[in-house]
């Protein structure tokens, strides 16, 4: 199947510095990428979706400005956490679509854990 | 929004089948996924089921589909302790929406 990569898989960080998250499709091309956050035995919760070349759309409540995505190529995305908090400590994973999937299938990335000290 | 929602834990013994179930509230789903979780790690999807389907078999998986009382289930039969993870639905009419999860523990 298709592979979704993430990089760093483990950050440490301390607070008020900002934190990229790569995100990529390694043997797709991938127009609409995703963005969710999972905190400690929860599920998933969606952050956004970033489609290529343009804005990304953010879900109700997720501050825009605080986490900035950016889908600049059709096999990446990146997510910014900036001034990062202890409270923005939480495991992000992204996905990708691959849009040749004749059931629309998102391939995860394994994550990254985010703590900020 | 949508609803979608799982029991949180499950223990089984080596060797007995599990069945995890799922509800939801959106119908207009054209697929429903399965995906596992292993501790520390991404989502795998383990497999998914068309709309119009009620049954798929994908050697010791088994998915039920009813879509009158929305209600999906996983079964896992001869579960393996490598099976323990979190499992988690999922359903689609616009984007993936995910289950609360449910921690499979197999006991040797």
């Known amino acids: 199947g298709a592979v979704v990569s993430q990089h760093p898989s483990w950050v440490i960080c301390k607070s008020g510095t900002s934190v990229k998250i790569e995100c990529r499709s390694l043997?797709?091309?991938?127009?609409?990428m995703f963005w969710y956050r999972q905190f400690p035995k929860q599920s998933l919760m969606l952050m956004a979706t970033?489609?290529?070349?343009?804005?990304?759309?953010?879900e109700q409540g997720v501050e825009k400005d605080k986490f900035l995505i950016n889908h600049a190529s059709l096999t990446l995305s990146t997510l910014t956490v900036t001034s990062a908090h202890p409270e923005d400590s939480s495991f992000y994973i992204c996905?990708?679509?691959?849009?040749?999937?004749?059931?629309?299938?998102?391939?995860f990335g394994p994550g990254t854990r985010l703590t900020v000290l | 929004g949508e609803d979608v929602e799982q029991s949180l834990f499950l223990s089984v013994r080596e060797g007995d089948s599990s069945v995890i179930n799922c509800t939801y509230t959106?119908?207009?789903?054209?697929?429903l996924y399965w995906y596992k979780q292993e501790p520390g790690a991404g989502l795998q999807l383990l497999t998914y089921?068309?709309?119009?389907?009620d049954m798929k078999q994908d050697q010791r998986l088994t998915v039920l589909l009813n879509k009158k009382d929305k209600h999906l289930s996983l079964r896992i039969a001869d579960t393996q302790t490598g099976d323990s993870a979190i499992y988690f639905c999922?359903?689609?009419?616009?984007?993936?929406?995910f289950g609360t999860g449910t921690r499979l523990t197999v006991i040797p």
């Open positions: 996905s990708a679509r691959d849009q040749r999937g004749v059931y629309n299938e998102q391939f």
């Open positions: 043997d797709f091309q991938a127009t609409t």
């Open positions: 970033s489609n290529e070349g343009s804005k990304a759309t953010y």
């Open positions: 959106d119908s207009s789903s054209t697929y």
């Open positions: 089921i068309f709309s119009n389907m």
């Open positions: 999922a359903d689609c009419p616009n984007n993936l929406f």
